[in-house]
């Protein structure tokens, strides 16, 4: 258990607020020994950290139970500044022991418990608190917490965490932002009390050095954990980088000084740097203040305090800008705080040079506790850190969805494990623009090398495997070596033999999420089959994580059956009523099955084969029967076989059935193994099983006679039109499908809106444009909105952006093109500029 964490690192030690425990404090009687005195004094001061030993050694002067417990819930109160939760929940269960008398020093241990991940132990004691307080609403929310808290632990989500090694140190560490150029995410900023800090005096709360702004940068080359991958612009969490050695982001003093600086912001260009300084002198905190700088050739420029609205003296920290620089977030305990601290928002009046009265976040994002740490991203979510809405205990990382007018428009969300965990969790950013891929978190959660520590958020990859066991459906077992084929709807294509036991496998390499798979599965003397697959939509709780590559897999079992060409197939469900030879539709349907067959083996002769039951006359049967198959073959015919490869044959009552082995069609179970359906056999048995025998009699099978078929042309069949189906369904299949459509954006509009009134669902949509990844809308952005549309004259002309930072000299010299003949093909990109997403004319 660490010592040294504090909620001042939270708000920088910046928001000054006094808890009701402290102001009673204050209200001291004159008689008390000076050593209570000095206790107190410090505790009022927000000194915990001298605060605790002085308290430790004043309770031995303090009269009476009351006074007694006063101490002890003093002394658990600044254990829990500290973030030293062991020894708060000790000393609130002694201060309850000895008779403190306010039942928060229940609530506030079960709390403790809860920071320790001591979830059912924590459980009982808010259910005793609840006893003691019924009405109270905090009883509750902390229940269903932390039986939340429970789940969500035991279904992790598909982010990793991994602690940044090469960024912490002993201390604190923690507010990551992003620095460099615009487009940069290898140069990071962050708040540390290292010994290194320009302000090396000690702070009274944390024991621990002012803080300062830190500054490292990544080797562009990362240490590769997935295996079976070489290519070297595969995304890597920011902790497989390799990390220089953190320095001062400035050492002249001038941005980092003897006071604390931390929590930061860039406006939009990277130019003018937002921070929070907190200045103490001669023991007195004056409070926090938001400043600005930027650079001046390699020097900082002198920052200078920024006043929000009419109160000049407002403490305010924690800035976040908004990607178009409309919205200033931060975090405040002045102008109409609703809790302890609230996050607001103002922008600024470009007329008068001022930043405007801010707005108070309101109820669906600050509560009657603490929120800090706001910070806007690309995805139109602000995600905050916060101790009043309940989660996993300490300080959870929430979002919540903003609307135009920068204030939320939606419930917030918890971001779950392992982003939040039992201790405090706070400060997650991500990569600018509009993915959530990877980002920073910061948390002092255990197994770190200080008291806050900063940890690389990385959305871990899905990945499948499309596995399986080719089969016999004549003797269930595995097919040696077939040749099992994999076709994609992105347009990917695999093939693989199977082993001597007929297993297969596609592994994460050539299969991807989001895709429609077709499986092909071929063997010499079996039937081609084929089969569907898709990794789209599957829940997170399908898959299973394998720590040792990193990756979530779902892997999909898929065998098939083929059957040997040798054997006749009986259709099921191709039935006649009686006497007729129509085909009632659930025949058809099997019968379309056929055809499956029939295009799955191009080479293949059939003899189509019409059976019935031993009543009613030979002949009669023959004739019967012969129509029955006459009307199977006919049916195929129209639907575009070639009629040359088909042979239809009445067999009437001359063969019938024999139950196979695991037979599993009409009557399962009647019979026996090698049971033979003849006349005399049904004879012997009950009535209702001579009707079940004679239905399976009467049945549709087909038999393939050869499978070296060569086209010719069709022969005509009496009364169907062969030549004129099959040239007609020839004609279709080589008709091209028309142009598809080009929507261009006339101004920037949600891609959920064009896909609605395409009537496409997202995940077409983003398919059709290849994958949208990273993608803002912007006028002047060309999409394809025909599903079925023919975009290959399209794609044949035009090169679609999908790289942040390229230009018109990068994509020339990708295609071996000039840049003057790119730039005569697209002259609107001088007004829009190359942009991802973007779609350059080629040709």
């Given at each position: 258990m660490r010592n040294h964490r504090l909620l001042i690192a939270i708000f920088l030690l910046a928001i000054i607020t006094f808890p009701s425990t402290a102001q009673d404090a204050g209200d001291q009687d004159p008689k008390l020994p000076k050593e209570l005195v000095k206790a107190y004094d410090a505790y009022e001061a927000q000194e915990y950290f001298y605060a605790i030993e002085l308290l430790k050694d004043a309770y031995s002067e303090a009269k009476g139970r009351e006074e007694k417990s006063k101490v002890l819930f003093l002394t658990a109160e600044s254990y829990r500044m500290l973030n030293d939760y062991k020894n708060a929940e000790t000393n609130y269960e002694k201060a309850r022991k000895v008779g403190y008398e306010d039942p928060i020093a229940m609530l506030r241990k079960g709390d403790m418990l809860k920071a320790q991940g001591e979830y059912e132990e924590a459980i009982t004691v808010y259910q005793d608190y609840k006893k003691e307080n019924p009405t109270d609403a905090a009883a509750d929310l902390a229940i269903s917490s932390t039986r939340q808290a429970i789940e969500w632990k035991s279904k992790p989500s598909q982010y990793q965490v991994d602690n940044m090694k090469d960024l912490n140190s002993r201390e604190m560490d923690f507010s990551v932002m992003y620095g460099g150029d615009r487009n940069e995410t290898d140069v990071v900023y962050f708040v540390?009390?290292?010994?290194?800090?320009?302000?090396?005096?000690?702070?009274?709360?944390?024991?621990?050095?002012?803080?300062?702004?830190?500054?490292?940068?990544?080797?562009?080359?990362?240490?590769?954990?997935?295996?079976?991958?070489?290519?070297?612009?595969?995304?890597?969490?920011?902790?497989?980088?390799?990390?220089?050695?953190?320095?001062?982001?400035?050492?002249?003093?001038?941005?980092?000084?003897?006071?604390?600086?931390?929590?930061?912001?860039?406006?939009?260009?990277?130019?003018?740097?937002?921070?929070?300084?907190?200045?103490?002198?001669?023991?007195?905190?004056?409070?926090?203040?938001?400043?600005?700088?930027?650079?001046?050739?390699?020097?900082?420029?002198?920052?200078?305090?920024?006043?929000?609205?009419s109160d000049t003296s407002a403490n305010v920290g924690h800035p976040s800008l908004s990607a178009d620089d409309k919205f200033l977030y931060f975090v405040s305990d002045d102008f109409n705080t609703q809790g302890k601290h609230d996050i607001f928002v103002t922008s600024y009046d470009r007329r008068s040079k001022t930043w405007k009265e801010p707005k108070n976040l309101g109820p669906k994002v600050n509560s009657s506790e603490s929120e800090y740490y706001p910070i806007i991203h690309g995805d139109g979510y602000l995600y905050f850190s916060s101790n009043g809405h309940g989660g996993m205990g300490g300080l959870d990382v929430f979002r919540v969805s903003i609307g135009e007018d920068g204030m939320p428009n939606g419930d917030i969300e918890n971001m779950k494990f392992p982003i939040n965990t039992n201790y405090d969790d706070f400060h997650l950013v991500w990569e600018p623009g509009t993915d959530t891929k990877k980002g920073f978190v910061s948390s002092n959660r255990s197994g770190g090398a200080g008291s806050d520590d900063i940890y690389a958020v990385y959305r871990t990859p899905l990945v499948f495997n499309i596995e399986g066991v080719a089969l016999s459906s004549k003797t269930k077992l595995p097919i040696p070596e077939a040749t099992v084929k994999l076709d994609g709807s992105d347009g990917s294509s695999f093939e693989v033999t199977a082993d001597q036991d007929g297993y297969y496998i596609f592994d994460d390499t050539k299969v991807k999420e989001n895709v429609n798979y077709k499986l092909s599965f071929e063997k010499k003397k079996f039937l081609s089959n084929t089969g569907d697959i898709s990794t789209i939509g599957f829940e997170l709780d399908a898959f299973e994580y394998v720590p040792s590559a990193s990756y979530f897999i779902k892997r999909i079992k898929f065998n098939k059956e083929l059957d040997p060409i040798e054997d006749p197939i009986v259709l099921p469900n191709v039935f006649f009523d009686l006497g007729k030879w129509d085909l009632r539709p659930e025949a058809m349907q099997a019968l379309d099955s056929v055809i499956a067959i029939l295009n799955n083996n191009p080479t293949i002769v059939i003899e189509m084969r019409s059976h019935t039951d031993y009543r009613d006359s030979d002949e009669r049967n023959i004739k019967l029967s012969q129509k029955r198959a006459d009307t199977t073959v006919s049916y195929i015919v129209s639907k575009g076989i070639n009629p040359g490869r088909l042979v239809a044959r009445g067999m009437g009552e001359s063969d019938p059935f024999k139950i196979p082995a695991a037979y599993d069609g009409y009557g399962k179970g009647m019979f026996a193994e090698s049971d033979v359906l003849t006349e005399s056999f049904i004879k012997k048995q009950s009535p209702e099983k001579q009707e079940v025998a004679n239905q399976i009699n009467r049945r549709t099978d087909f038999k393939v006679l050869r499978d070296d078929f060569v086209p010719a042309d069709p022969v005509v069949q009496e009364g169907v039109s062969v030549k004129d189906i099959i040239a007609e369904k020839r004609a279709d299949a080589q008709a091209a499908p028309?142009?598809?459509?080009?929507?261009?954006?006339?101004?920037?509009?949600?891609?959920?809106?064009?896909?609605?009134?395409?009537?496409?669902?997202?995940?077409?949509?983003?398919?059709?444009?290849?994958?949208?990844?990273?993608?803002?809308?912007?006028?002047?952005?060309?999409?394809k909105v025909e599903k079925d549309g023919n975009y290959e004259e399209w794609d044949a002309t035009h090169y679609l952006v999908k790289r942040r930072g390229q230009d018109l000299k990068d994509i020339a010299k990708e295609l071996d093109m000039d840049d003057e003949t790119l730039e005569e093909l697209n002259p609107e990109i001088e007004e829009i500029g190359v942009q991802l997403g973007l779609w350059v004319r080629i040709k």
């Amino acid at each position: 258990m660490r010592n040294h964490r504090l909620l001042i690192a939270i708000f920088l030690l910046a928001i000054i607020t006094f808890p009701s425990t402290a102001q009673d404090a204050g209200d001291q009687d004159p008689k008390l020994p000076k050593e209570l005195v000095k206790a107190y004094d410090a505790y009022e001061a927000q000194e915990y950290f001298y605060a605790i030993e002085l308290l430790k050694d004043a309770y031995s002067e303090a009269k009476g139970r009351e006074e007694k417990s006063k101490v002890l819930f003093l002394t658990a109160e600044s254990y829990r500044m500290l973030n030293d939760y062991k020894n708060a929940e000790t000393n609130y269960e002694k201060a309850r022991k000895v008779g403190y008398e306010d039942p928060i020093a229940m609530l506030r241990k079960g709390d403790m418990l809860k920071a320790q991940g001591e979830y059912e132990e924590a459980i009982t004691v808010y259910q005793d608190y609840k006893k003691e307080n019924p009405t109270d609403a905090a009883a509750d929310l902390a229940i269903s917490s932390t039986r939340q808290a429970i789940e969500w632990k035991s279904k992790p989500s598909q982010y990793q965490v991994d602690n940044m090694k090469d960024l912490n140190s002993r201390e604190m560490d923690f507010s990551v932002m992003y620095g460099g150029d615009r487009n940069e995410t290898d140069v990071v900023y962050f708040v540390s009390s290292r010994e290194e800090s320009v302000g090396n005096d000690e702070d009274g709360w944390i024991g621990q050095s002012f803080m300062d702004i830190y500054v490292s940068n990544a080797e562009r080359k990362g240490r590769r954990r997935r295996r079976g991958n070489e290519n070297d612009n595969e995304e890597v969490s920011y902790a497989d980088l390799k990390w220089s050695t953190p320095v001062p982001l400035d050492e002249m003093g001038i941005l980092n000084t003897e006071y604390h600086e931390g929590t930061a912001t860039f406006d939009s260009r990277k130019k003018e740097l937002y921070f929070t300084r907190c200045i103490k002198e001669d023991n007195e905190k004056l409070g926090c203040a938001i400043y600005i700088t930027e650079m001046v050739g390699q020097d900082w420029k002198e920052p200078v305090p920024i006043i929000i609205g009419s109160d000049t003296s407002a403490n305010v920290g924690h800035p976040s800008l908004s990607a178009d620089d409309k919205f200033l977030y931060f975090v405040s305990d002045d102008f109409n705080t609703q809790g302890k601290h609230d996050i607001f928002v103002t922008s600024y009046d470009r007329r008068s040079k001022t930043w405007k009265e801010p707005k108070n976040l309101g109820p669906k994002v600050n509560s009657s506790e603490s929120e800090y740490y706001p910070i806007i991203h690309g995805d139109g979510y602000l995600y905050f850190s916060s101790n009043g809405h309940g989660g996993m205990g300490g300080l959870d990382v929430f979002r919540v969805s903003i609307g135009e007018d920068g204030m939320p428009n939606g419930d917030i969300e918890n971001m779950k494990f392992p982003i939040n965990t039992n201790y405090d969790d706070f400060h997650l950013v991500w990569e600018p623009g509009t993915d959530t891929k990877k980002g920073f978190v910061s948390s002092n959660r255990s197994g770190g090398a200080g008291s806050d520590d900063i940890y690389a958020v990385y959305r871990t990859p899905l990945v499948f495997n499309i596995e399986g066991v080719a089969l016999s459906s004549k003797t269930k077992l595995p097919i040696p070596e077939a040749t099992v084929k994999l076709d994609g709807s992105d347009g990917s294509s695999f093939e693989v033999t199977a082993d001597q036991d007929g297993y297969y496998i596609f592994d994460d390499t050539k299969v991807k999420e989001n895709v429609n798979y077709k499986l092909s599965f071929e063997k010499k003397k079996f039937l081609s089959n084929t089969g569907d697959i898709s990794t789209i939509g599957f829940e997170l709780d399908a898959f299973e994580y394998v720590p040792s590559a990193s990756y979530f897999i779902k892997r999909i079992k898929f065998n098939k059956e083929l059957d040997p060409i040798e054997d006749p197939i009986v259709l099921p469900n191709v039935f006649f009523d009686l006497g007729k030879w129509d085909l009632r539709p659930e025949a058809m349907q099997a019968l379309d099955s056929v055809i499956a067959i029939l295009n799955n083996n191009p080479t293949i002769v059939i003899e189509m084969r019409s059976h019935t039951d031993y009543r009613d006359s030979d002949e009669r049967n023959i004739k019967l029967s012969q129509k029955r198959a006459d009307t199977t073959v006919s049916y195929i015919v129209s639907k575009g076989i070639n009629p040359g490869r088909l042979v239809a044959r009445g067999m009437g009552e001359s063969d019938p059935f024999k139950i196979p082995a695991a037979y599993d069609g009409y009557g399962k179970g009647m019979f026996a193994e090698s049971d033979v359906l003849t006349e005399s056999f049904i004879k012997k048995q009950s009535p209702e099983k001579q009707e079940v025998a004679n239905q399976i009699n009467r049945r549709t099978d087909f038999k393939v006679l050869r499978d070296d078929f060569v086209p010719a042309d069709p022969v005509v069949q009496e009364g169907v039109s062969v030549k004129d189906i099959i040239a007609e369904k020839r004609a279709d299949a080589q008709a091209a499908p028309e142009p598809g459509e080009i929507y261009i954006l006339a101004k920037p509009e949600s891609f959920g809106a064009i896909a609605r009134r395409y009537k496409m669902n997202m995940a077409d949509f983003k398919n059709l444009n290849g994958g949208l990844r990273g993608v803002r809308p912007f006028a002047g952005l060309q999409v394809k909105v025909e599903k079925d549309g023919n975009y290959e004259e399209w794609d044949a002309t035009h090169y679609l952006v999908k790289r942040r930072g390229q230009d018109l000299k990068d994509i020339a010299k990708e295609l071996d093109m000039d840049d003057e003949t790119l730039e005569e093909l697209n002259p609107e990109i001088e007004e829009i500029g190359v942009q991802l997403g973007l779609w350059v004319r080629i040709k």
